[in-house]
């Protein structure tokens, strides 16, 4: 089952008449659209934004954290800890 399509249609005009074009054009909506794609994501900088910078301070202390924790483990038991003995069974 192929469907055909029609690109070049003879029954309607190539380009809309100047009427169609006026009932579009909306300068304040241009406008409006422009600055919204242009203005940067947040409006405050993320240190000032308190939920952000929040998140932002317990990312970076889980990283630490993890950091240390993997660190330790690749360094192994410290000569000065005493040595833990399994419980006897």
Do not use: C
């Not at 070049?8 to 909306?26: F, N, W």
């Not at 909506?29 to 929040?54: H, I, S, V």
């Amino acid at each position: 089952m192929r469907k055909h399509y029609r690109i070049g249609r003879k029954d309607r005009p190539s380009e809309p008449d100047d009427r169609t074009v006026s009932r579009y054009k909306d300068m304040g909506r241009l406008m409006y659209n422009y600055q919204k794609a242009t203005r940067p994501l947040y409006e405050r900088p993320l240190y000032r934004d308190p939920r952000a910078f929040l998140a932002l301070l317990i990312i970076i202390l889980l990283t630490i954290l993890v950091w240390e924790a993997v660190e330790e483990e690749q360094r192994g038991p410290s000569p000065d800890a005493p040595a833990v003995e399994a419980p006897a069974s």
